[in-house]
């Protein structure tokens, strides 16, 4: 998957660039709930999750080695990458993978998609981001949403209060990322950055799954392989490079408000592909949430309140020539 250029370099005017990203990751993302609840048939989470991160992993280094990338990170920017991996892959999947079997995929569409107050909440103190009236109220508007939905879809048979907590947790470790990467340097390429994010998030989950889970778990079947086949190409590959580009080219807070469209998109494909019911009430909590969504991307963008060093604008730039729920 060849390297992004710079943001700056976009033919495209800002608004628009950030759609072409935005638009597509949406739709990746929310149908990686339904994926996952496929794989979760035919094997045990965790060791579904290690065998993804590694293949999907595997195969951007080979490809980033094909480009010529700066594949050999320093022991600084090692740490950082580790760090990532658990918060953007390990951590957050394997919490909310655990999840998944004990709540319907479009409840845990909803708890993830409250990711963007979350992020700019964490924005404020670690990214120096101000938020803006426009924004607050866009953010506000998209949790009244959110809590409306999750209120009423843990009276239903599919959810226990157990599995939304730990979706929360999950909630928490992607906001945290999200922020984590915007925050600290990784001057390796684009590709080789996600690679090396899942190679490390394989290498951190292969042992938490193996305590826990067997082998024996795990069925070799078409179904199994299709939802691999799916989890890797499209919701691993393209699905972090989408995220990781709109996130280069916007601020935190802004990005990640990008979450509030997999709601509906994952009730509808929880309803399309398993069955899972739908009520008024999903839809009537979806209003809020696009009306938010609409007010935070629209906002002006704040910059920092201290303009970042020249050295350290550099560094910016090396790592955004480059490239994780």
């Not at 045990?44 to 992993?57: E, I, N, T, V, W």
């Not at 094909?66 to 950082?80: D, F, K, M, Y």
């Not at 001057?187 to 080789?192: I, K, L, N, P, R």
Request: hydrophobic content about 55%; overall charge positive; proline content about 6%.
């Amino acid at each position: 998957m060849p390297a992004l250029p710079p943001s700056s370099a976009s033919p495209l005017p800002p608004r628009l660039t950030v759609l072409a990203f935005a638009i597509p990751f949406t739709l990746v993302w929310a149908s990686a709930f339904a994926a996952t609840k496929f794989a979760l048939l035919d094997s045990s989470p965790l060791l579904f999750l290690a065998m993804r991160f590694f293949c999907a992993g595997a195969l951007l280094l080979a490809w980033s080695y094909h480009r010529g990338e700066r594949i050999r990170p320093s022991r600084r920017e090692l740490a950082s990458l580790l760090l990532m991996a658990a918060c953007n892959h390990a951590l957050y999947l394997g919490v909310s993978w655990s999840a998944m079997r004990e709540v319907s995929a479009g409840l845990a569409t909803i708890v993830i998609g409250a990711a963007p107050i979350v992020v700019a909440l964490l924005a404020m103190p670690l990214l120096r981001e101000r938020l803006t009236g426009r924004k607050l109220a866009g953010l506000l508007l998209g949790f009244a949403g959110m809590a409306f939905i999750v209120r009423h879809r843990l009276g239903g048979p599919l959810d226990s209060w157990h599995g939304t907590l730990m979706l929360l947790l999950a909630l928490l470790l992607i906001s945290l990322g999200t922020v984590l990467y915007k925050r600290l340097r990784i001057g390796v390429g684009s590709t080789a950055n996600i690679a090396l994010q899942l190679l490390l998030a394989s290498a951190i989950m292969l042992p938490w799954a193996l305590s826990v889970e067997r082998w024996s778990d795990v069925h070799l079947n078409l179904r199994f392989a299709a939802s691999m086949l799916w989890s890797v190409a499209v919701v691993s590959i393209a699905g972090y490079t989408l995220w990781f580009a709109l996130l280069r080219r916007t601020d935190a807070s802004s990005a990640s408000a990008w979450f509030f469209l997999t709601p509906p998109l994952g009730l509808i494909v929880g309803w399309a592909v398993l069955g899972e019911p739908l009520a008024l009430a999903d839809f009537l909590g979806i209003v809020p949430v696009v009306i938010g969504i609409v007010l935070v991307t629209l906002a002006p963008r704040t910059a920092p309140t201290t303009a970042p060093s020249p050295s350290a604008t550099l560094s910016t730039q090396r790592a955004c020539s480059a490239g994780n729920q």
